[in-house]
C-alpha cells in the first residue's frame, strides 16, 4: 500500500527563518506526492504536488518541496517562515488502489512565533 | 478550481441519531470522496463514490453505517448512522479535479455526538 510518514509532531521556527517540515514515503511504482495546509476551523488547502519531472516543485505562498528518490523523502521548505504560517501541513500520496483517493500522513503542526 | 460547499459546517447530535452530510460542487466532475478526521487525528477516506455507481467503501466503513448517495455529477450526500460518541468528527467532501491530480477539499462538516 501507498503511504507517507511524517516523524515530527510539532515543529518550532522563529519567524524569518527557514523552516523544514518532513515527509517519507512508501509507494510500489512512481509515486505522485502532495502537501496541504489546514488552518484552524477551515479545510485543506493544496500547496503543491510533485507528478514528475524537476525535483524542486514550487507551490503556494512561497513553498517548495524536494522530491528525493534516493532517500524516499518529500521535505517541505520555504526560506523564511511566517507567522501566518503556523498551521497543521499534511503530505499525501495517491493510493493507485482508490484512483485519485489520497494517503495522508499524520500532519505536522507548524508553530512560527514572532 | 472546484468550488464545494458542505452542509451543515457544524452540529451536535444525540447518540443513536442519524445526520445527512450534502455537498455541492460548482461544476461537474467524476469522482468525489468523502473522509473523516477525528479530532488530533490525519485524514483516513471512507469511500469514493462516482456517479451511477455504487460507492466504494474502504476497509473498516460499511455500508450500513455511512450510507452515500451520488444522484449526479455536482452533489452527494454521507450519512452518518445511529451515531455515537465516537462519530464526533470533521467529515470532509473532496473531488478530483479533472487531469489536474489535485484533490479539492470541502471546508468540512463537523459533528459532535452527546
Known amino acids: 500500500a501507498q503511504s507517507v510518514a511524517q516523524p515530527e509532531d510539532q515543529v518550532n521556527v522563529a519567524e524569518g527563518n527557514p523552516l523544514t517540515v518532513k515527509c517519507t514515503y512508501s509507494?510500489?511504482?512512481?509515486?505522485?506526492l502532495f502537501w496541504y495546509v489546514q488552518y484552524p476551523n477551515r479545510g485543506l488547502q493544496f500547496l503543491l504536488k510533485?507528478?514528475?519531472?524537476?525535483?524542486l516543485v514550487k507551490g503556494s505562498y512561497g513553498f517548495e518541496a524536494e522530491f528525493n528518490k534516493s532517500q524516499t523523502s518529500f521535505h517541505l521548505k520555504k526560506p523564511s517562515a511566517l507567522v501566518s504560517d503556523s498551521a497543521l501541513y499534511f503530505c499525501?500520496?495517491?493510493?493507485?488502489?482508490?484512483?485519485?483517493?489520497?494517503?495522508f500522513g499524520k500532519g505536522t503542526s507548524l508553530l512560527v512565533t514572532p | 478550481s472546484a468550488v464545494i460547499s458542505q452542509k451543515p459546517s457544524r452540529d451536535i447530535c444525540q447518540r443513536g441519531t442519524s445526520l445527512t452530510i450534502q455537498c455541492q460542487v460548482d461544476?461537474?466532475?467524476?469522482?468525489m470522496f468523502w473522509y473523516r478526521q477525528q479530532p488530533g487525528q490525519s485524514l483516513t477516506l471512507i469511500a469514493t463514490a462516482n456517479q451511477g455507481s455504487e460507492a466504494t467503501y474502504e476497509s473498516g466503513f460499511v455500508i450500513d453505517k455511512f450510507p452515500i448517495s451520488r444522484p449526479n455529477l455536482t452533489f452527494s450526500t454521507l450519512t452518518v448512522s445511529n451515531m455515537s460518541p465516537e462519530d464526533s468528527s470533521i467529515y470532509l467532501c473532496s473531488v478530483e479535479q479533472s487531469g489536474a491530480n489535485v484533490l479539492t477539499f470541502g471546508a468540512g462538516s463537523r459533528l459532535t455526538v452527546l
Open positions: 461544476s461537474q466532475v467524476t469522482m
Open positions: 510533485y507528478i514528475t519531472g524537476d525535483n
Open positions: 509507494v510500489s511504482g512512481n509515486p505522485y
Open positions: 499525501a500520496v495517491r493510493d493507485r488502489n482508490s484512483g485519485y483517493a489520497l494517503n
